[in-house]
């Protein structure tokens, strides 16, 4: 299970280990690599925890950096500009495109 305090440290982990790598890319991916920092033991048998339709905790282990799976870490809420939602509304406006087929 994971608890708000060990999202935090995991958090604040994934942060530093992109800092590490942020640094490495500005260098062109120079060799040698940059040395990782070892994946702390507490953070192995994390679970997402968020509270599932059935209201139990969810169950998945493969965790993003914010601490949840990739079905709770969050949708996208849509577009928040006028420009995003113009565009958005013409997504289904478009007429279908023709496929050629090329069979063999």
Not at 28 to 51: H, I, L, N, W
Not at 60 to 82: D, L, M, V
């Amino acid at each position: 299970m994971m608890t708000p305090e060990l999202r935090k440290r995991h958090k604040a982990y994934c942060r530093r280990q992109n800092a590490i790598f942020a640094a490495w890319r500005a260098r062109s991916y120079q060799y040698p690599p940059p040395v990782r920092e070892p994946f702390p033991a507490e953070f192995r048998d994390m679970t997402c925890g968020a509270k599932t339709r059935a209201g139990t905790p969810c169950k998945q282990k493969a965790i993003f950096a914010n601490g949840r799976c990739k079905w709770h870490g969050g949708c996208s809420t849509g577009p928040k500009t006028e420009a995003g939602k113009k565009r958005a509304a013409l997504n289904g406006n478009r007429p279908k495109q023709k496929r050629s087929h090329t069979g063999g």
